[in-house]
């Protein structure tokens, strides 16, 4: 799910956005109840209508807030009061309020309001935040009513395996139509990422998609799905996109590199996004080295093409029967190569 926070993929229009193949995109709640506010998305019509995307829409809580912005805010069991980092002003969200603002924005799918704690945390801190979480939920799940929207719960525990099978067990007995699981890739080594991915998957309903919260690094996303995940999102194509990087073939070019500077070459022959059909790679490193908007904007929509192309391959790759955690269709010996 490419990330539009503000009900937008930095630089991309909706029609640019689903040409990239994108079936679903992730928005944020607390961004967008400090600005525009959640009356005027629905007064619009609600957030499809607001910016113009007709597919499934996922909205975060805010929860992960709680995390990013740790020097704003001040944590309670009622919930989390931050400051606005525009006027100063206190801004109270809680599980109830969280709830309130998502359904007003009306996207397909809600997350549940939970505290996600950094990294490195003790455990007596990681667990109170599970327990937090955990109370949270039901209280998010209580006040849930909009039947056209789907509420998904979310599993924390940091790097102990005993409380995130803990939570696993919790989350899941709410019965809720789908599950993620959060906390992860917020500092920790990779390894640990898979060995959390690996450890509750398994614990998860084999009948609701599972979303692995903020992955969005080949190798990772590979490991997970082989894990049982189904759902990734990250700003990590956009993110590169501005800063003049595109993946190609698995690995990280960045267009500002002078052996670019003569290479009239598509940036990737294989894919199929405006910035490879209609320009070369000297183009691509001149839009870059001018700092020019266009450049910013072409990558970014490669890079999101390149990450839908590669879960599009793995989709296929398991109905034919050929996916392993280590995938990479872009190798010629590849058993998925003629998907790519």
Excluded at 67 to 81: E, K, M, P, T
Excluded at 182 to 187: A, D, K
Excluded at 276 to 290: F, K, V
């Amino acid at each position: 799910m490419p990330v539009g926070t503000l009900a937008t993929v930095k630089g991309i229009t909706a029609t640019q956005l689903a040409d990239t193949g994108a079936q679903m995109v992730l928005a944020n709640t607390y961004h967008l109840h400090l600005q525009p506010g959640e009356g005027i998305v629905a007064d619009a019509g609600g957030l499809h209508r607001f910016m113009g995307w007709d597919r499934p829409l996922l909205t975060d809580s805010g929860g992960f807030q709680i995390f990013s912005l740790a020097d704003l805010n001040r944590i309670d069991d009622h919930g989390v009061v931050f400051r606005n980092p525009r006027n100063g002003s206190q801004i109270e969200l809680t599980p109830e309020r969280a709830i309130e603002i998502q359904m007003a924005l009306g996207a397909d799918v809600a997350m549940a309001f939970d505290q996600c704690p950094p990294y490195p945390a003790s455990e007596s801190d990681v667990e109170a935040a599970c327990k937090r979480t955990h109370a949270w939920l039901e209280r998010c799940s209580n006040t849930h009513q909009h039947t056209s929207q789907a509420l998904f719960g979310i599993v924390q525990g940091g790097c102990f395996p005993h409380l995130r099978e803990q939570s696993a067990h919790i989350v899941a007995s709410f019965d809720l139509p789908g599950i993620a699981i959060g906390g992860v890739s917020v500092g920790e080594p990779v390894e640990d990422i898979h060995r959390i991915v690996r450890q509750v998957s398994p614990l998860l309903p084999q009948d609701r998609p599972r979303y692995l919260m903020g992955i969005g690094t080949l190798r990772e996303i590979a490991i997970a799905v082989a894990s049982g995940i189904d759902l990734f999102d990250c700003v990590l194509p956009t993110r590169l996109g501005r800063h003049g990087t595109a993946l190609v073939a698995g690995e990280r070019w960045n267009l500002r590199n002078a052996r670019f500077r003569e290479d009239h070459t598509p940036l990737d022959q294989s894919c199929a996004c405006t910035a490879c059909r209609h320009h070369s790679r000297a183009y691509l490193h001149h839009l870059i080295r001018n700092e020019e908007l266009l450049g910013l904007t072409l990558l970014s929509l490669h890079n999101l093409t390149q990450l839908i192309r590669f879960t599009s391959a793995i989709s296929q790759a398991i109905q034919d029967d050929c996916f392993s955690e280590d995938f990479a269709p872009w190798q010629p010996d590849s058993a998925a190569h003629h998907t790519w």
